[in-house]
C-alpha cells in the first residue's frame, strides 16, 4: 500500500447525525437500547427504525461492534460500539481500541469505505479525552496500515477543545 495511513484520517468539528458516509459510529451502552449524548442524537434523528433493529440484535459487549441501517439520517449505516466506563485502569485503553478496531472490522465485512467516528467514552464514559484522543488515532492508523478497503475514516468532534486534542494527538502519531 502506498502513501501513509494517517492520510486517510480526516478531523472535524460537527454534529456526526448530519454526516453522508457509509457509516457513522454510535457511542452506544451495552443494552444498545438508546441514552444522552451522540446516542441520543443518532436515535432521534435516525427514527424508530434504529432501535427496533438494536432489539433484534439484544446488545453489545463493551469493545465490541454491531451494524444496522441508518433510518432517516444521510448515511447509509450505523455502527454500534461499546466504549470502556472510565476507570483508570490498564484495561481502559485496550477495551477503547478494540472498540474502534471491531467498527473498523465490522465496516469492512460489510464492504463499506467510508466511516465517520465520534470520541467514544470522551462524554458520560468519563474518559480524559488527550488520552482517548492518542488511543482512537493509533488504533485507527494500525488499522488503515493494514487494510486498504476504507478510504476515509473521518472523527466528527463536538467541541473545538476536543478537536483540538484530537489535532494534537494527530500530529503526534503523523510523526512518530
Ligand atoms: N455528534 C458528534 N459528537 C457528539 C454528538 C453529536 N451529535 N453528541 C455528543 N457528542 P457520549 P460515551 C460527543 O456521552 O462517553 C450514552 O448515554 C460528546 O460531546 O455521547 O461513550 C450512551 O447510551 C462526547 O465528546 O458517549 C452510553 O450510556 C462524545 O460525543 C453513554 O452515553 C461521546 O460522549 C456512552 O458514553
Not at 427496533?52 to 441501517?69: F, H, Q, S
Not at 465496516?107 to 467516528?117: C, D, I, K, Q
Request: glycine letters at 12%; proline letters at 3%.
Amino acid at each position: 500500500m502506498t502513501g501513509r495511513a494517517t492520510d486517510r484520517i480526516d478531523l472535524k468539528r460537527g454534529d456526526i447525525t448530519a454526516e453522508a458516509v457509509d457509516a457513522i459510529v454510535n457511542a452506544a451502552n451495552s443494552t444498545l437500547l438508546g441514552g444522552g449524548g451522540v446516542d441520543g442524537a443518532i436515535h432521534r434523528g435516525g427514527g424508530p427504525q434504529i432501535l427496533d433493529e438494536c432489539r433484534a440484535i439484544g446488545g453489545c459487549a463493551t469493545g465490541d461492534a454491531v451494524i444496522t441501517t441508518a433510518g432517516r439520517l444521510p448515511a447509509r449505516h450505523v455502527i454500534h460500539t461499546v466504549g470502556p466506563i472510565y476507570r483508570d485502569a490498564p484495561d481502559d485503553a485496550v477495551l477503547l481500541a478494540s472498540a474502534y478496531r471491531r467498527s473498523l472490522e465490522v465496516a469492512s465485512e460489510h464492504g463499506l469505505r467510508t466511516v465517520a467516528f465520534p470520541s467514544i467514552s470522551t462524554g458520560a464514559y468519563g474518559y480524559p479525552v488527550g488520552d482517548a484522543a492518542q488511543v482512537a488515532l493509533a488504533t485507527v492508523r494500525d488499522y488503515l496500515d493494514a487494510h486498504s478497503d476504507i478510504e476515509l475514516v473521518r472523527f466528527v468532534l463536538f467541541s473545538a477543545d476536543d478537536l483540538a486534542m484530537y489535532r494534537d494527538a494527530l500530529s503526534r502519531i503523523s510523526r512518530g
